[in-house]
């Protein structure tokens, strides 16, 4: 009887599907265990073999989990908003739902076709109004919330508006805006709506203001750092700028330190728990306020401006020789004199064009401009010449510095480019960079009163000082900034904004969803406005509550709605709750109470580590906000976070000759110069050979091959390989249709498991999967013979029993610490043993299913059902490890003559040293090495060795 994976696969996913065997339930008496993967974003492109990877170790770990007696929630969904879906819509024409809706087709085929225990019946779809009007929902909750540092996390805006309203702000200890008026009880009664609103905004989670951002014209929108790869767009790779908008931001800033503190309570790798450390940027040190100097430029009125900086070396105070403001702080435009006005402007212009990570990164290039300007030093009142350069980031700390060339690389390198004076405070000490890199070791030289100290006393003393200057404050200061919420596109979740006098109102949570509207193209406008400003009917009714023409526009009871989208990453903040609530419950708020408490949080999270500082951070302040507000019962999102590796791709290259359409086989190319061209990897086989004609004919971009002259080698013409990241641009995508076509989803998964370690990068190899497939064969006629069933109810030999136990103790320990690639290793050693035993028994080879269903869960339930078992094997029990059944009974002794291995001889264990040596002696090998000789000695280590010596 043949193993026909096709067909058996095929059978068990429509019977998976038919009788909902997978779907989770918010009662049960089983301990809970919820599984997730970070849910795709469903491209054009669908799946390549790379992306299951994740998938298919967290359904290994949910399937090992319900075999544990867990009731396992293991959902999938889509992230279905996103800039991809527009740009096509842009180019084709066609709304984004609906090739959104065919993408996500082709996902859902291939992913049940691989076999995974998703609960397909809790599906999210972050497009689906259903969905988004949670999104919404939340969205006004931010706005309805403000941070009080007193009690260390948000609370409703009332509370606010109460304390305002019955003694002012003078006691209100809260994350806000800088530079915050006070104002008292009275004054607040007296200020009008538009202005109390404005005030409001100050102190809201979510607010309006103008920041920088990272503008893409191409695009028509604002990107995020990480959708920007070395100064341009990752999407398109089109040029990026910086300017200013007013945008939607976050005040994630208000979290920083909880969400630093949180990582010492989840279960996360030390290097992504270090990124959002890094990211998030803690330091401790001080405020300096610097006094702006009186010149020609400056008005009387702007004469008290004041230059903000934050250090975390108040102790080099006295080593600032220059200030430097980032490009786009904002007291450039007034404090540069008129000389230096052009040069300041071009450089502000050529900045512009760079993205902050660009900026960040960049160590070599030294670059700045005078603004003509001068500081006051808070100590010496020496004039401090003010400069700027784009070294510095206006959303990093004040956007200024104080540069200290001194004991500072970047502040020297600075210095010498435009010889700007070094004055050296460290003069007679040891100042070399292991040194100041110490702190400690460093004694401050050159003050009055800093003198001989070291790092920590000095700096309190300029502290204490500063503070008795009013010029300063110790201080500690996050790199973390307020995420830029805003994003000026059209398929993403419309906010639920109108706005009255120009300030945003929002839309009771009653009317909830404000579905996207309808438009004619899904570019900005003519004059730049977002897509939404093509919409018509795009107003708000405050009397019908609903969304009407704009021709209705009134200002009294019809006002305009917000033009712009949220990004890409809202929906995604909260998804994992949304999983929690069956779908025929889903009427109330995002989650109901019992969904929440039964699941808490997830237990286990699979995903990429691209995510690190996106979707893991912004998730982790959205559960700590909706937690402060009560409506969730936890801290953290995920308790257990594993980032898979990733599968690289084999490309192939062609190479051509710079100077004309010859193509040189890799062996000739020599040291000719050709450019390398990929090309499709499907025209290529085992020994690296190129199928010429079939590249010719190919319809995507055979015509640049068509008049082409390919030199050969030995007759055939050899393409270069090389391992890359698997991408479509690079022609080395391997489609798991083909593959699962070819060998079966069981082999496709048991390989990838099979590459190599989770986390680790590792090349795909489509020659390498026979080799699995091969023993998914041998396993299936471990069972099936040519007759049929071989299994029978044979008693178990001792053999069977140890093989079965050992690989029991394996593959959990392996399961548990997710070492999937050495569990295929230890299946492939128990078959190859079973079967040189002979082993029939359906005592060993029954459990045995149930070790390998997580694995291989299609080719485990046809067998499981051979057996006669009625349910599937999901509901089996994983089996027990009986350590009796490794405990070894007999021993195989080496037996040596004068230290040379003669002979093997198998005693009992329990054999005592004077039995063993009488054994031995009296065997019939023993007596022909001898050859009637009387040995000098016998020497026997017990369960180890006999040693006879003549």
């Known amino acids: 009887m043949k193993y026909d994976f096709n067909s058996i696969e095929k059978k068990w996913q429509d019977y998976w599907a038919k009788n909902q065997t997978f779907k989770a339930t918010n009662i049960s008496d089983k301990p809970k265990y919820y599984v997730l993967d970070m849910f795709p974003y469903p491209s054009g492109a669908g799946l390549h073999v790379g992306h299951p990877l994740g998938y298919i170790a967290s359904d290994i770990y949910a399937r090992y989990k319900r075999h544990k007696g867990f009731n396992v929630l293991h959902p999938q969904g889509y992230d279905s908003f996103g800039l991809p879906a527009e740009q096509y819509a842009i180019q084709t024409g066609q709304h984004p739902a609906v090739t959104t809706e065919a993408n996500i087709k082709t996902y859902r085929r291939q992913l049940d076709q691989i076999g995974f225990s998703f609960d397909w019946s809790r599906e999210v779809r972050t497009s689906n109004p259903e969905y988004y009007k949670w999104t919404q929902w939340i969205f006004i909750q931010l706005f309805e919330s403000w941070y009080n540092n007193d009690s260390n996390k948000a609370e409703h805006i009332d509370t606010l508006i109460e304390a305002f309203t019955s003694e002012g702000n003078k006691n209100i200890n809260a994350v806000c805006d800088d530079n915050i008026e ?96 890094n990211w998030i940027g803690k330091s401790v040190g001080a405020s300096v306020s610097f006094n702006v100097l009186p010149n020609v430029t400056l008005s009387e009125v702007e004469e008290s401006l004041k230059i903000d900086v934050f250090t975390t070396r108040p102790d080099t105070i006295f080593g600032v020789s220059f200030m430097t403001l980032a490009p786009e702080h904002e007291l450039v435009s007034q404090i540069t004199t008129a000389a230096q006005k052009a040069e300041v402007e071009a450089y502000i212009e050529a900045t512009a064009k760079r993205s902050e990570r660009d900026r960040m990164a960049d160590v070599k290039t030294i670059s700045g401009a005078f603004t003509g300007a001068y500081a006051e030093h808070p100590f010496s009142k020496e004039p401090i010449p003010i400069w700027i350069g784009d070294y510095v980031l206006a959303g990093y700390g004040t956007g200024a510095v104080m540069s200290v060339p001194c004991g500072d690389q970047r502040d020297y390198d600075f210095a010498k480019h435009f010889n700007i004076p070094i004055p050296n405070i460290f003069e007679g000490v040891d100042i070399s960079k292991e040194a100041f890199a110490s702190k400690d070791n460093v004694k401050i030289a050159n003050s009055d009163f800093l003198n001989g100290m070291n790092y920590k006393k000095a700096s309190k003393r300029a502290i204490y000082d500063l503070e008795q200057l009013g010029q300063g404050e110790g201080k500690t200061n996050y790199r973390l900034r307020d995420a830029v919420f805003s994003r000026q596109r059209y398929w993403g979740e419309p906010f639920p904004v109108y706005y009255v006098n120009g300030m945003p109102q929002m839309i009771d949570a009653e009317h909830l969803p404000i579905k996207l509207p309808e438009v004619e193209k899904y570019l900005p406008t003519e004059t730049g406005e977002p897509p939404l400003g093509r919409a018509d009917v795009w107003a708000w009714d405050v009397n019908q509550n609903s969304v009407v023409s704009n021709d209705l526009i009134d200002h009294k009871t019809v006002f305009p709605l917000e033009l712009n989208t949220m990004p890409g990453w809202a929906g995604s903040s909260w998804y994992f709750f949304r999983y929690m609530e069956d779908a025929a419950n889903r009427d109330g708020v995002f989650a109901s109470e019992d969904a929440l408490n039964y699941w808490e949080n997830v237990d286990l999270y699979i995903g990429g580590s691209e995510h690190a500082t996106g979707h893991l951070l912004y998730s982790r302040f959205w559960v700590k906000l909706l937690k402060d507000r009560g409506f969730v019962n936890v801290e953290e999102p995920f308790k257990k976070l594993i980032n898979q590796g990733m599968i690289l791709g084999t490309s192939a290259f062609v190479y051509r000759d710079e100077s004309n359409n010859t193509y040189y086989s890799k062996g000739l190319v020599g040291d000719k110069n050709v450019l390398p061209i990929h090309v499709k990897v499907q025209y290529v086989n085992a020994s690296d050979e190129l199928d010429i004609e079939g590249l010719k004919s190919d319809g995507e971009f055979g015509e640049d091959f068509k008049d082409a002259e390919f030199i050969l080698e030995d007759g055939a013409y050899k393409v270069g390989r090389d391992v890359e990241k698997m991408s479509k641009s690079k022609y080395n995508v391997v489609n798991p249709d083909d593959i699962v076509a070819d060998y079966g989803a069981d082999s496709l998964r048991l390989y990838e498991m099979f590459l190599g370690p989770l986390e680790q990068y590792k090349p795909w190899n489509t020659a390498g999967i026979t080799g699995v497939h091969n023993f998914l064969k041998k396993f299936w006629k471990l069972y099936i013979g040519d007759n049929g069933l071989k299994v029978n109810n044979a008693q178990p030999t001792a053999d069977n029993l140890k093989t079965l136990h050992k690989t029991i103790k394996k593959v959990e320990e392996d399961i548990e610490n997710f070492s999937f690639n050495t569990s295929v290793s230890t299946f492939m050693i128990a078959v190859n043993e079973l079967t040189s035993q002979k082993c029939t028994s359906k005592d060993v080879l029954e459990p045995l299913l149930v070790l390998i269903s997580p694995y291989a869960p299609h080719i485990a339930e046809e067998l499981w059902s051979q057996l006669g078992n009625a349910n599937s094997i999901s509901t089996a029990s994983f089996p027990i490890f009986d350590a009796s059944h490794l405990v070894e009974s007999s021993k195989k002794y080496p037996i040596s003559f004068n230290g040379k291995m003669r002979f093997t001889l198998e005693l009992p264990m329990d054999m005592s040293k004077d039995e063993i040596e009488k054994t031995v002696m009296a065997h019939e090998k023993t007596i022909a090495q001898l050859d009637g000789r009387t040995p000098k000695k016998v020497i026997v280590v017990p369960g180890k060795i006999v040693n006879i010596v003549g």
């Open 182 to 277: 006070l104002f008292s009880a009275e004054d607040w009664a007296n200020y009008s709506s538009e202005e109390q609103q404005d005030i409001l905004l100050k102190y809201r989670l979510t607010y309006l203001a103008e920041t920088e951002v990272n503008w893409c014209p191409a695009l028509g929108t604002v990107l995020a750092n990480d959708e920007i790869v070395n100064g341009v767009s990752e999407r398109g790779s089109h040029p990026v700028v910086r300017k200013k908008m007013t945008q939607w931001s976050m005040r994630i800033s208000a979290y920083a330190e909880r969400l630093l503190q949180g990582l010492d309570t989840i279960d996360w790798t030390d290097s992504l728990k270090e990124s959002q450390k």
